[in-house]
């Protein structure tokens, strides 16, 4: 079954919610995958910020044989161990954070940390702090909390009501979160960095001016570090760059190498609220994703971050050079393996196809951006020849 098979078939029965592009993955190993023709390509967009140890990891794929003969699922009416090693590992990587809970995705982590934010006030006798305080351009996730926080109103439109009590502003804009934080505040909901907004950093010391005003202003600072987290920008943690400490902090996309997980962590005082009953879910915390997980965490702590920071510069020189090479490029931003080409005209879908074409893949996001989030394993050489294709790419698009 080729390409062209495969692509008909999923029009005729899988709903039509997506830009799919026409090629079948059909296998992945490091930073390179395979269609179903037998084509290869560099896969610089790696799942979307998944697949952060590379396609097939040896020490993943081994944690999850091992798993898969011992338990697949007992759901959270009993403990797993996998789950508590893997609570265990990424509690002690934070300072403050010290409590996790488990789910299955980006969007029901930021659930959970919607609804622990507005739970913690209620239980600390403030029930009239409401107000979740969220930024332009956001991505939280398409479910209805997830959504009424993302500040992006194409995404929003059409699927009212979304629930109350969301507010948005400039995001790095201090000034103004301080004159609009106050006692109605329930909490600050941020990503450290910007990923779907076309990978937007914030001014330095943005991070530290808003924990101030959540601390002086008794709000919660409440990270999305769904794309930011695990590694991918170089800490383990993207806040860790600025040396703030938030609340709580989501984590999903990466975490586990590919396999379906997300997390929410927070500090002890603010997980308590979660009292037996008040949130859960079924498949939360489930061994085999948590046993990878932990894998992913191992493979991290054992030098893999060191690695990301200079793959990340070496992959920044490498695109700002290529505004030396073609007027089309226009410069480059982004954080560790994080990045972004910017390009000076509307071609960032066609570059993108172009790329398909040359063996390459990334992603566009809107018509000026291309998105790089390659496997935290990629080497020197593959980034070389990943931004070898991509200057072809641009001047062929
Ligand atoms: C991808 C993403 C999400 C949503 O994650 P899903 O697993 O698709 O639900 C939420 N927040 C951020 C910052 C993301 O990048």
Redesign the pocket.
């Known amino acids: 079954m080729g390409n062209q098979d495969l692509v008909q078939r999923a029009q005729t029965v899988l709903f039509q919610n997506y830009r799919t592009q026409p090629i079948a993955i059909v296998r992945g190993e490091g930073s390179y995958v395979w269609d179903a023709d037998g084509k290869r390509y560099l896969d610089f967009i790696g799942g979307?910020a998944t697949v952060s140890v590379g396609h097939a990891n040896p020490r993943v794929r081994e944690a999850l044989l091992e798993q898969s003969k011992l338990l697949w699922h007992a759901s959270n009416l009993y403990v797993t161990e996998p789950q508590v090693r893997l609570a265990e590992k990424l509690t002690a990587a934070s300072r403050t954070l010290k409590r996790a809970f488990f789910c299955n995705?980006?969007?029901?982590a930021?659930e959970a940390m919607i609804k622990l934010a507005r739970h913690y006030h209620v239980v600390n006798g403030a029930p009239d702090r409401i107000e979740i305080l969220c930024f332009h351009n956001s991505?939280?996730?398409?479910t209805m909390g997830?959504l009424a926080a993302t500040g992006q109103p194409k995404y929003q439109e059409g699927f009212g009501p979304l629930p109350a009590g969301f507010r948005f502003l400039d995001y790095g804009d201090a000034a103004q979160l301080e004159k609009n934080i106050g006692p109605q505040t329930c909490a600050v909901l941020l990503?450290p960095l910007q990923?779907?907004a076309g990978v937007l950093l914030p001014p330095p010391g943005y991070l530290k001016r808003v924990r101030e005003l959540c601390t002086r202003h008794g709000a919660l600072m409440i990270l999305?570090e769904?794309?930011t987290g695990m590694g991918r920008t170089g800490r383990l943690f993207a806040h860790q760059h600025e040396g703030v400490e938030p609340d709580a902090m989501s984590l999903?996309?990466g975490i586990a190498g590919g396999v379906p997980l997300?997390a929410l962590l927070a500090r002890e005082d603010v997980a308590k609220v979660f009292t037996p009953g008040t949130h859960a879910s079924t498949f939360g915390g489930n061994p085999l994703a948590t046993a990878a997980a932990s894998a992913v965490m191992d493979l991290l702590q054992g030098g893999l971050l060191d690695q990301v920071q200079r793959a990340g510069g070496r992959l920044s020189q490498r695109l700002a050079a290529l505004s030396r090479k073609t007027p089309r490029a226009a410069g480059e931003r982004g954080l560790g393996l994080l990045r972004a080409l910017l390009l000076s005209e509307d071609l960032a879908p066609k570059v993108v196809a172009k790329a398909r074409d040359l063996g390459l893949l990334v992603n566009a996001i809107g018509e000026r951006v291309v998105r790089l989030a390659p496997p935290l394993t990629a080497t020197e050489a593959e980034i070389d020849q990943a931004t070898d294709l991509l200057l072809g790419s641009v001047t062929q698009a």
């Open positions: 979307i995705s980006g969007t029901e930021n991505f939280h996730g398409r997830s990503e990923g779907e999305d769904v794309q999903a996309k997300g």
